[in-house]
């Protein structure tokens, strides 16, 4: 790693004074220090995040949601009886993430906003577009973990578990910069990478990402989280499934599926969702949305079976609403 | 008192103190050295190991304030004030930890380059679950990769070990 300043403020208005082009944020490293070791990332100096001990925690407050501090480890979500209480589907999905480990050093912010896995992107030795370069290398390459929805000049799949299950439950996120605060769609923190835009995320340099907020009345959904990874444990997604629905004489409301590891951003098949408002959770029914889900599929050369584990996964988790 | 307002220490190095396996330490080292090699090179505790040094095989794993983490995924200074547990520290006054026994007595490993992490995450795991079932060790060890396979022994032997701790 290249040597680094670091400073570890007490405050997020202290933080963002700090933040900068050549200072990025660190929370749980787990991440950060990957891309800094792996030299794709180089920066003069670092913010550790780790003393703003009051992003550290969920609250919920009758009338006005969930509001889950970034700093939060992933591990205190993954084992919290309380909170599996309000939303079962963070832990279903934590509890498939990465190693027990990476989820006491990982935090909630650090997850959402953690780089694309492109092995191209990871390697130092390809000069990749989303690094600035002049061409995507997964386009042509091996692309078995690469996007089948919604690329433009970079093939990358979003890799968090935990966005989706949050989408679903049209999560905010709130960013504080040294100018203020604005509160976003957490959907709206991702953009596929684009013409002058070679990021994954909306965040701005010096911005911190300090809470992610769920309306109360999202939390009447149930909702069930699904992945296929290569191996049992320990395995990015090939393709991860949340939907949420509210459910009332058996008929779906407020439908959501968002995938994830098939597009460069965390995935909402509206048209899907469209199929199934206001209809019954039965097997026809699922059966059409998940293949709306994915009817709009331009796979690889080497990841077609996204295609045909994402839209099973999607009619099996659309079934287990029904169920419930 | 208000907390001084902060500002950029390093890239040169720096003191940092912190107590390891109980005792008091102060290591004078660059923010970017990872706590992995302030252990192995500067503190000359060279039971966690260096194998993949990116997160992802276990070898490393050490207790930050009785949690298991990955020591080449942080970075030293961060643990500045806080306790590091080593597996150096785990047997006491001569005595072998439960879960080090347990190992010997299930034949938990082969070439043995992974035991130190494996045997981290189920001390780890023994202090907040005293009864594990199979399952709960094949979690607590699903982020240390053992590549001669002994994981049927190293689960029996974390089982074994809270049965024995449980005793003691």
């Known amino acids: 790693m290249k040597p680094f300043g670091y400073a570890r403020p007490r405050s997020v208005a202290e933080a963002t004074r700090l933040l900068g082009d050549d200072a990025v944020a660190i929370a749980g490293g787990t991440d950060q220090l990957g891309l800094m070791k ?61 190693t027990p480990q990476l989820r006491t050093m990982g935090t909630v912010g650090g997850n959402l906003l953690q780089k694309t896995r492109c092995w191209y992107y990871r390697d130092e030795a390809f000069p990749c577009w989303l690094k600035g370069g002049t061409r995507c290398f997964a386009l042509e390459g091996d692309n078995r973990h690469h996007a089948v929805l919604g690329a433009e000049e970079c093939v990358s799949a979003s890799p968090s578990d935990l966005a989706p299950a949050l989408i679903a439950y049209d999560a905010s996120v709130e960013l504080r910069g040294a100018r203020g605060g604005r509160t976003i769609a957490l959907a709206d923190l991702y953009q596929a990478p684009h013409g002058a835009k070679r990021a994954e995320h909306t965040i701005r340099a010096t911005e911190v990402l300090t809470a992610v907020r769920i309306p109360e009345a999202a939390l009447a959904r149930r909702a069930t989280f699904l992945k296929a990874m290569d191996r049992k444990a320990w395995s990015f997604a090939v393709v991860s499934v949340s939907v949420a629905a509210r459910v009332r004489d058996g008929k779906a409301r407020d439908v959501r599926i968002v995938l994830g590891g098939v597009a460069p951003i965390p995935w909402r098949a509206r048209s899907a969702e469209t199929i199934l408002e206001g209809r019954a959770l039965d097997d026809a029914t699922c059966r059409a949305a998940a293949d709306g889900a994915f009817a709009d599929a331009e796979p690889l050369k080497d990841n077609g079976h996204k295609v045909t584990i994402g839209r099973e996964l999607v009619r099996r988790a659309l079934r287990s609403l029904a169920d419930a | 008192m208000a907390p001084k307002a902060s500002s950029f220490v390093g890239p040169g190095a720096l003191d940092v103190s912190f107590e390891v396996n109980g005792h008091p330490a102060t290591v004078h080292i660059p923010p970017h050295r990872t706590l992995l090699d302030t252990l192995r090179e500067t503190l000359g505790l060279t039971g ?89 060790v094949t979690r607590a060890v699903t982020g240390n990769l053992c590549r001669c396979g002994a994981y049927p022994n190293i689960v029996a032997a974390g089982v074994a070990a809270a049965r024995k701790a449980g005793r003691a």
């Open chain 1, 38 to 98: 792996s030299g794709i990332a180089v920066p003069e100096r670092l913010v550790s995040l780790s003393g703003l001990t009051d992003l550290d925690g969920w609250t919920r407050e009758r009338g006005k949601g969930l509001r889950i501090g970034a700093l939060t480890p992933l591990t205190d979500l993954e084992t919290s009886a309380g909170f599996a209480r309000i939303l079962p589907v963070v832990p279903q999905a934590l509890a498939l993430a990465a």
């Open chain 2, 48 to 136: 966690a190991k260096k194998v993949c040094d990116e997160g992802t095989c276990g070898a490393c794993t050490v207790l930050v304030d009785g949690k298991a983490v990955y020591s080449c995924m942080t970075l030293a200074i961060a643990c500045e004030g806080r306790s590091v547990e080593t597996v150096e520290g785990l047997a006491r006054d001569g005595q072998l930890h439960p879960v080090q026994q347990a190992f010997i007595d299930h034949d938990a490993f082969q070439c043995g380059f992974c035991t130190p992490g494996q045997l981290m995450s189920i001390a780890a795991l023994l202090r907040s679950n005293g009864a594990p079932s199979e399952e709960d």
